[in-house]
């Protein structure tokens, strides 16, 4: 699999509204994230509504929190597996929020979110790992400042606010298929 303009092409392509230009348009930090909408459901539409921005926010009342959200992320994965591309590698996707890695603020400036579809609780399928290795390996040929030392979870870079990828993320299962 490969990349054009960002773009790669093992992905759905799924475009988002939610980015802008990275400042300096470095690439150095992978952030695994989690989502399901509406929480522990999987396989629904919404993920995809959500970072479009056309989430209609009365199709479940969980959704009312989400209303004029502007978000997005570079990756999601399925729990089937499947890719889905929001943002191009090049741009910056609105995935960290409020964020610290290291001494560095603003982490969406110089990393690529991937969201995996499920919750800080239930495992992550086989499907998913495998994909997400594929991906990350694939990032790391792309971009040389990527590492397997590189990567966090959500919950690295904003310990205050958030958990994700959660315990059922099997990190030693994961970073293991990098070496």
């Known amino acids: 699999m490969s990349f054009e303009f960002g773009w790669y092409s093992g992905a759905r392509r799924c475009e988002s509204p939610h980015f802008n230009h990275r400042p300096l348009g470095e690439i150095s930090l992978l952030v695994i994230h989690n989502i399901s909408l509406p929480a522990g459901c999987f396989g629904l539409p919404y993920i995809d509504q959500l970072f479009k921005g056309c989430l209609d926010t009365k199709a479940d009342d969980s959704f009312a929190d989400l209303a004029q959200l502007q978000v997005s992320a570079h990756f999601l994965i399925r729990r089937d597996g499947e890719c889905v591309q929001y943002v191009s590698c ?81 990190w030693e299962r994961y970073l293991k298929t990098l070496c």
């Open 90 to 170: 090049s741009d910056r996707a609105w995935h960290a929020g409020v964020s610290r890695y290291g001494d560095r603020e603003n982490c969406n400036d110089f990393s690529i979110g991937i969201e995996l579809e499920g919750t800080d609780t239930e495992a992550y399928t086989a499907a998913q790992y495998q994909k997400l290795t594929e991906l990350t390996l694939a990032l790391m040929l792309e971009y040389p400042s990527l590492s397997a030392e590189r990567i966090v979870g959500h919950c690295d870079i904003a310990p205050m606010r958030k958990t994700d990828p959660g315990q059922s993320f099997d």
